[in-house]
């Protein structure tokens, strides 16, 4: 019988840390934190040994793609799959004070580009029955899109990844021009609408794989993303996220989880 084997991205702090420890207390498996940097990501791995649990440690860093690679060919040789994977790497340029045009360019590059090759690369490793688990946000909700059309590309049935990721592009060229006010004023909205659209896509790619991939919002969490102004802890943070790994419906596909485990309409108003 093989090993199941889950894997959280971006793992060393906030949220990602969180999901790792709450899979510690209950997965009946292997539980990889992975991280970009691995001095911080081994020192997360020794926190957590000292509460108790043995989560495993490997480097990874997603924008880098033979980082992924090299990860995959370690989990495949290994334990020849992935159960759960949570898409947790991410950043955040809201506070910078750097042009808009950078914040834009990096922003989907790190949020959007690569975390979508890190599901090209890691995907024919999940298992029938896997969870793919993407951590987006309420700004991800499609209402932050002020223009409606726009809005609408991005819910239709039929967009493609390809489709996505030209809508992405054009976002960075439009910021670059000066010319994005139907996109809005935060680079991260547009990368996080980005996320839950390709977890929809996705969805659809994979149905008949038996996998369900789901985008979630896990709340106004006390993490350095949001410079510690939440109002959730990291372990109420990863509530969803655990949710949706471990004891959701199998119903539940390619839709937007709010934090307190409801499935939301990504593009009627914004949830209370």
Same mark, same amino acid.
């Given at each position: 019988m093989c090993t199941k084997v889950a894997v959280v991205t971006?793992? #060393?702090k906030g949220i990602g840390f969180g999901i790792v420890r709450g899979l510690c207390r209950r997965f009946d498996g292997v539980v990889y934190l992975t991280s @970009?940097?691995?001095?911080l990501g081994k020192n997360a791995v020794d926190d957590l040994k000292r509460e108790g649990f043995h989560p495993k440690y490997h480097q990874l860093d997603i924008t880098v793609p033979r980082s992924v690679k090299?990860? @995959?060919d370690y989990l495949k040789e290994k334990y020849f799959g992935i159960d759960i994977l949570v898409n947790n790497a991410g950043i955040t340029m809201s506070?910078?004070?750097v042009p808009m045009s950078v914040k834009a360019e990096k922003?989907?590059?790190? #949020?959007?580009f690569s975390f979508l090759s890190t599901c090209n690369i890691l995907f024919p490793l999940l298992r029938h029955g896997a @969870?793919?688990?993407?951590?987006s946000s309420s700004w991800g909700h499609l209402s932050r899109i002020? #223009?409606?059309?726009?809005?609408e590309r991005f819910q239709d049935p039929n967009l493609t990844?390809?489709?996505?990721?030209?809508?992405?592009?054009?976002?960075?060229?439009?910021v670059k021009h000066g010319n994005y006010s139907d996109w809005g004023n935060s680079a991260y909205v547009v990368s996080k609408v980005g996320v839950t659209a390709l977890t929809r896509i996705h969805q659809r790619m994979l149905n008949d794989r038996d996998i369900n991939v789901n985008a979630v919002n896990p709340g106004c969490v006390k993490t350095d993303m949001t410079s510690h102004e939440g109002f959730m802890s990291i372990d109420e943070g990863a509530e969803a996220p655990l949710f949706l790994a471990l004891d959701a419906p199998d119903n539940i596909k390619g839709e937007y989880v709010w934090y307190d485990k409801r499935v939301v309409d990504w593009s009627g108003d914004i949830p209370q």
């Open positions: 971006g793992a #060393n @970009r940097n691995e001095k090299a990860f @995959r506070y910078s004070p922003t989907i590059f790190v #949020n959007y @969870r793919v688990i993407n951590l002020p #223009n409606k059309k726009l809005a990844v390809s489709d996505l990721s030209e809508l992405m592009s054009q976002y960075v060229i439009a």
